[in-house]
């Protein structure tokens, strides 16, 4: 038997994105997998009524204050409290500034370094230099792909050994009806066959050239073939005013859709609607948009960069992410039915490999082997 700590309140948020996700689903299948071992779960605010309830192996430690509550109040909760945990884990960058027992970050990426004016100087700098004290002081580090365990490894000069890579998972994809989707293409004036793109418009995301492969695409099209639109679904961040400029001059303001953040039933549905999932980055730490689209036996268009390889292997139709005639080539390519069937038939062999349920196991057994 273990006592377990983890920080919570990445999990603990109604509006969850990203590392918050992961955080949440994280939480729930530990709690679903614990025969033997007692976690405690820190956090600032009570817990939202979709988290685990407490029974007795699971309890929920509430504390204050909640002003940089993960550089002083937790690491002085861990300090004075009791039991006395065996490790505390993070599901995302931030471990205590100081702390009583062994840490373990969780790695998503370190993208903020290539991309540093995408951030606020204070989220920038917390990144930076949070991020850095995580893994000087960390006992081991959860990285969530083998690109980012290099990347840290070259970037910070860290032990191979001194990283895990335990990987995303995804959840298991809800029915959408075709009524659900008839209302969500309706909702979003959808009106032809679609190519989507999911992610919140940064640079990182590669959308100017997106945009103007499709445009170009839409060009090669004879007159008797019916016309495509190209959905970009995510948050419009403050990329979008010099997007709409692209658009204007491109006259393709009615064939590009843009939804701003969209709900989970609508995110699916237009997984399911789609021609294909184009995924253009210039960078990714994983990609989980990827394996979402192959569950629901949507081929998916991908750069060819390190991470998206690794996690897609020959399951995707790989595009070089600044040659545009490479993306026009794909958006051709991917109307042929006997490619659609292979890469839809090797994509849901590839993305089952990646379940929540499998990264809690790997967790697990980490936590056990460093004890």
């Known amino acids: 038997m273990m006592l377990i700590g983890i920080d919570g309140n990445e999990a603990n948020t109604k509006i969850r ?20 071992d007692h976690y405690y779960i820190y956090l600032k605010d009570k817990p939202l009524s979709d988290l685990p309830s407490e029974n007795n192996y699971w309890h929920y430690q509430v504390f204050g204050p909640k002003f940089l509550w993960t550089k002083f109040a937790l690491p002085l909760h861990l300090l004075f409290s009791s039991p006395k945990i065996k490790l505390l884990y993070s599901p995302g960058h931030y ?31 917390q990144l930076i230099n949070w991020t850095k004290s995580s893994i000087d002081r960390a006992k081991h580090i959860v990285a969530v792909s083998q690109f980012t365990k290099n990347e840290l490894i070259k970037t910070y000069q860290i032990p191979p050994e001194k990283i895990s890579v335990v990987y995303n998972g995804v959840s298991a994809p809800p029915k959408i009806s075709k009524l659900t989707l008839q209302k969500v293409k309706a909702k979003f004036k959808i009106n032809s066959p679609y190519f989507l793109a999911l992610g919140t ?56 859709v843009f939804t701003d953040f969209i709900s989970e039933e609508e995110k699916w549905a237009l997984y399911h609607g789609a021609i294909a999932l ?16 192959q569950i629901v036996g949507t081929p998916v268009i991908a750069s060819s960069i390190p991470p998206l390889k690794e996690i897609l292997k020959d399951s995707a139709l790989y595009i070089d992410p600044t040659d545009t005639g490479s993306l026009i080539a794909a958006f051709q390519k991917i109307l042929d039915p006997d490619l659609r069937q292979k890469l839809i038939s090797k994509g849901q062999l590839q993305s089952a490999k990646f379940t929540w349920k499998k990264s809690a196991e790997s967790l697990s057994l980490l936590f056990h082997q460093l004890l």
């Open 95 to 125: 471990s205590p500034s100081f702390s009583s027992v062994p840490t373990i970050p969780t790695i998503h990426d370190i993208g903020y370094l290539n991309f540093q004016k995408e951030f606020t100087k204070k989220d920038l700098y």
């Open 17 to 36: 994105v990203g590392v918050g996700q992961y955080a949440y689903h994280i939480l729930w299948e530990l709690y679903k997998q614990n025969k033997d």
């Open 201 to 256: 418009l940064k640079p990182n995301k590669n959308y100017p050239f997106l945009i103007k492969a499709f445009s170009h695409f839409l060009k090669l099209q004879s007159s008797n073939v019916p016309s495509f639109q190209l959905v970009i679904a995510g948050k419009k961040g403050w990329l979008f005013d010099e997007i709409k400029i692209i658009l204007q001059k491109l006259g393709l303001t009615h064939e590009v």
């Open 278 to 293: 184009v995924i253009p980055s210039t960078y990714e730490g994983f990609g989980i948009p990827a394996i979402e689209s």
